[in-house]
């Protein structure tokens, strides 16, 4: 029998796409649990029987692919993050750009013998990052990779780094400066991000596995439960007028990540009584967009 709290995923970036490389140091990656899995396409023959049966099936396709799921602490997954905005960390500054990384990504599961399930090609394409009153902060990294095989063996000469111990962050004590120009005062209870990069598998005719993964539009949008206690958001809304958005998760003056998104606007917000004995709530959503004098829709500056 297989024990999920013995699970563990480490991961290494890739110098070629889909190729692991040669004696890996793998690095070991906290997470609250994860949907990996290969996944594999067949299609029915079309034959007709008189005894109406299915006379064959072929395997057309595989595919490969899930979630990370996660509690937020810093320092944990900026090589996720990279891969996330296809940028590079440039003096602790993070902006979505073009470069595409890809990983190894290596999950083992403890039993009689270990399991090793190699996911190589992964790439990051998307991210769900939660933020609650009361809560930590949690979030979801969807991965999308080429191939997945299964081992009984580690890669010769791989080694495990341990990760780090930083605490998890929680939306209390860890989340400040908050900002919305045009906004007013904005009191939040909740604040989600979704920031995808619209990967699609690229099939080719040849071999059952994808060439690669393409590449689509980066989005992000957002969805936020703030108190009605001032009408700016809704003026913000009703008179289509651009918009920004910073808060900050982490310490106070280090271990901290600054979350800017320079251009955006406001595609709903419905402030609605539910019942008695509750607070208004203005339920809002938002979608950024490019912004020229940061030459990216999302930056993300990290204090260490």
């Known amino acids: 029998m297989t024990d999920s709290s013995q699970t563990r995923l480490a991961y ?3 110098v070629t796409p889909g190729v692991t490389p040669a004696t890996p140091a793998f690095k070991k990656l906290r997470m609250t649990g994860e949907s990996l899995a290969p996944s594999l396409q067949y299609t029915s023959s079309n034959e007709i029987r008189a005894d109406r049966n299915v006379a064959d099936m072929t395997r057309v396709g595989q595919e490969a692919g899930g979630d990370i799921n996660f509690e937020l602490s810093y320092g944990t997954f900026d090589d996720f993050l990279e891969a996330l905005m296809f940028g590079t960390w440039t003096t602790n500054v993070l902006k979505n750009g073009v470069t595409k990384k890809t990983f190894t990504i290596e999950e083992t599961f403890a039993a009689l013998a270990n399991q090793f399930h ?5 790439m990051v394409n998307s991210l769900s990052l939660s933020m609650r009153a009361k809560e930590v902060v949690t979030g979801s990294f969807n991965i999308m990779s080429q191939n ?9 000469g791989a080694t495990y780094v341990e990760p780090n111990s930083n605490p998890v962050l929680n939306a209390a004590n860890n989340f400040a400066a908050l900002a919305m120009t045009g906004g007013g005062t904005v009191q939040l209870m909740s604040l989600s ?8 598998q690229q099939p ?7 060439k690669g993964i393409r590449a689509g ?5 957002g969805e936020a439960e703030a108190y009605f206690d001032t009408p700016e958001l809704m003026d913000l809304y009703l008179g289509d007028t651009p918009s920004d958005l910073t808060f900050s998760l982490g310490g106070a003056s280090s271990l901290k990540y600054t979350f800017f998104i320079p251009k955006l606007k406001l595609t709903a917000n419905s402030p609605t009584a539910d019942g008695n004995n509750q607070d208004v709530m203005q339920k809002i959503s938002f979608q950024a967009y490019f912004d ?3 030459a990216a829709q999302l930056r993300i500056t990290r204090t260490p």
């Open 217 to 221: 539009q980066f989005m992000v949008t």
């Open 193 to 200: 991000l979704n920031i995808s990069n619209n990967l699609e």
């Open 292 to 294: 020229a004098t940061t």
């Open 118 to 122: 190699r996911y190589t090609g992964s």
């Open 148 to 156: 997945m095989t299964q081992t009984q063996a580690i890669v010769t």
């Open 204 to 210: 080719v005719m040849g071999q059952v596995a994808s």
């Open 12 to 14: 290494i970036a890739e």
